[in-house]
Every structure is written in C-alpha cells, then in structure tokens.
T-cell receptor, first 112, second 111 residues
C-alpha cells in the first residue's frame, strides 16, 4: 500500500515560475524524503527532512514538514526546463529498518 | 552520480522462468534495499538487507528472494515469473537508516 499521496498529480508551469508540490501521509514517521525521476530511470535523492525538523533548504529546493497535519511540501524556485520530471515523496516510518513508502508521484512539466 | 550500479539494464523473460538481478552498492554503504516500480506507480518495497541478513520485507511472495554479499553487493532473485512481474526493479544503498541512493534500475519484461 502507498502511504504518501502527492498533490497535484500533474503540474505544468512556465520556466522561471515556482513549483509547489504537496504530500500527505497517514502514520507517524521518522523522516520524509523527496526524490526526482526522469523518464522511468533511477530515482535521484533530493532532500531528507526528519520528523523533528520543520523546514530545510537545498539550493532552489525548500521542503517543509508539518507532522500535526501529516503533510509536506516541496517548493522549487525559479524552475528550469531541466526540472521536468516525476517527483515522489517517500516516508520512513519503521524503527527497525529504513523501508520507504512512496506515493504515486507528481509529473512536473516546465515549458521553456 | 550516486555510485550505485545495477545489471542488466534490460531483460526479457517468459512466464515461469527465473531471473537474477544484481546491484553494487555505493562505497561505504552497508544496507541495500530493493523496490519494484510498475508503470505509472511509485516504487514498492520488496526487502532490505543489512550486513548480509534480511532486515525487513514488503508484501511480496516468497518467490522473491535476495542475497547480500560480504562486499555489500546484492542480488534479487525471482522464481516462476508472472506477467505482473514486469516492472522497473530499483536497488538503493544506504548507511544503515540514512538517505537511500538509487541505482538506474533494471527493466524486466515478462512475456
């Protein structure tokens, strides 16, 4: 079963605009991770945010986590055509291992 | 690049056959996880290996099995292949329960 649910399912924006993607989950977590996937290839790790953190930045990426609402958002600022990809949130809820539970993903299209 | 490699890149098998997929973990990582990603879906956890022992398993039947070797590389074996096993198989390595870094995947097609 897939705990994370991303919203929207698809997003189309113009180059230079900001893209905001949301993720909701159902159970308590240790951390939440965002990944990017280009055309069915391997996943690229973007950022990890732990349950005791509220916000993290990495370059043009900003991730927030609200554990009371069981939700996270990924903001990509000043988007580029190269940001076109599928984006997944994945939650790690186990104390015994690092099993990741993924959502179905968001398809982001950035128009030049 | 993450340093995680997988082989082969693509594979075509017929129903009932067996397949072995391979993964070399990133240097310094001691944990390997395997995921199955069907078309249009997010990856689903198959199992994880830590120090050569299975350390957690998802909702997959016993015909999915694995190994981890002393150099932390890993194999995924699938017996009695079914059409629904057609998917992208992803391997991820990590240092225990830290960020997981994924390989490029193996695309398996079962005819």
């Amino acid at each position: 079963s897939q705990q994370g649910e991303e919203d929207p399912q698809a997003l189309s924006i113009q180059e230079g605009e900001n893209a905001t993607m949301n993720c909701s989950y159902k159970t308590s977590i240790n951390n939440l991770q965002w990944y990017r996937q280009n055309s069915g290839r391997g996943l690229v790790h973007l950022i990890l945010i732990r349950s005791n953190e509220r916000e993290k930045h990495s370059g043009r990426l900003r991730v927030t986590l609200d554990t009371s609402k069981k939700s996270s958002s990924l903001l990509i600022t000043a988007s580029r055509a190269a940001d076109t990809a599928s984006y997944f949130c994945a939650t790690d809820a186990s104390r015994a291992n690092s099993k990741l539970t993924f959502g179905k993903g968001i398809t982001l299209s950035v128009r030049p | 690049e993450t340093g995680v490699t997988q082989s082969p890149t693509h594979l075509i098998k017929t129903r009932g056959q067996q397949v072995t997929l391979r993964c070399s973990s990133q240097s310094g990582h001691n944990t390997v996880s395997w995921y199955q990603q069907a078309l249009g879906q997010g990856p689903q956890f198959i199992f994880q290996y830590y120090r050569e022992e299975e350390n957690g398993r998802g909702n997959f039947p016993p015909r999915f099995s694995g190994l981890q070797f002393p150099n932390y590389s890993s194999e995924l074996n699938v017996n009695a292949l079914e059409l629904d096993d057609s998917a992208l198989y992803l391997c991820a390595s990590s240092l225990m329960w830290d960020e997981q870094f994924f390989g490029p995947g193996t695309r398996l097609t079962v005819l």
